[in-house]
């Protein structure tokens, strides 16, 4: 039988930490004040410098177009106009097996000035290494970056090699068994990314995709990481950061 909260009880413990705190010798209550407002003063700090360096890099973006443009951050030296692969796996529904499968995929994302562009592949089945199809893509896309978070759209032209089940019929024309067709087809492939920066150069985030075909088509989502070539030195005085 569950037993209803004391609420009495609650409040009691309550009151008797606050009883505890206001019954500490005043030395202890002004240290423990000192490091209330430290560590405020350093959240609000932190806040302040991350605010200063989104707007920084919303500014950059906004000026012609430099392949060696690099913001500082953290004595750290960036490219904000950087390639960056991502990695990673999750579930697609597929129509021609009318099941969930397994979906890896690995992308590299490069662009030519402001234009992106990504090309990689897939694969597809029911377990790990028990793959029913391969997919390959090329599509043209935009991305939108900022301090911590980036996404991305891509759409483009697809190339599947795979298997399809078909059901088999005796000579009276009742289903007797499930075959296996190969097939190749060209297809449209699209893919939405969004990613939250752990650093400036690497994350992980969340990628919606779709392709379809002539044979059959899948839409999912996989859970992914990406790693750039942002990153461009160390800077060798911490003066150097603006």
């Known amino acids: 039988m569950n037993k209803k909260p004391n609420f009495r009880a609650h409040i009691a413990d309550h009151e008797k930490y606050l009883f505890y705190v206001y019954s500490l010798p005043e030395m202890f ?9 430290v560590r405020s003063l350093s959240l609000i700090g932190q806040e302040t410098l991350n605010q200063h ?17 690099e913001i500082k951050i953290d004595g750290k030296r960036y490219r904000i106009y ?6 990673g796996a999750g579930k697609g529904y597929n129509s021609g097996w009318k099941d969930m499968l397994f979906t890896p995929a690995i992308d590299f994302n490069f662009h030519l000035q402001k234009i992106w562009f990504q090309t990689g592949g897939l694969l ?14 090329l599509c043209v896309g935009y991305r939108k ?39 190749k087809e060209t297809g449209l492939y699209v893919a939405l ?10 994350g992980i985030g969340l990628t919606l995709f ?33």
Do not use: C
């Open 193 to 202: 990314q969004a990613f939250y920066k752990v650093k400036f150069d690497y």
């Open 145 to 183: 970056e900022s301090y911590k978070y980036f996404w991305a759209a891509y759409g483009g032209l697809s190339y599947t090699d795979g298997y399809n089940p078909i059901k088999l019929r005796d000579m009276s024309g009742k289903d007797s068994s499930i075959g296996i067709i190969h097939f």
């Open 53 to 69: 360096i989104a707007n920084q890099l919303t500014a950059l973006y906004k000026e012609e177009y430099s392949r060696k443009k």
């Open 210 to 242: 779709g392709d379809v075909n002539q044979k059959q088509s899948t839409v999912g989502a996989r859970i992914e990481l990406f790693f750039s070539g942002a990153f461009r030195g160390n800077l060798h005085h911490k003066d150097d950061e603006e």
């Open 124 to 137: 597809q089945g029911q377990s790990y290494g028990n793959n029913q199809l391969i997919q390959f893509h």
């Open 82 to 87: 950087n390639n960056y692969v991502t990695i």
């Open 29 to 37: 209550k002004k240290i423990i004040f000192i490091l209330f407002i």
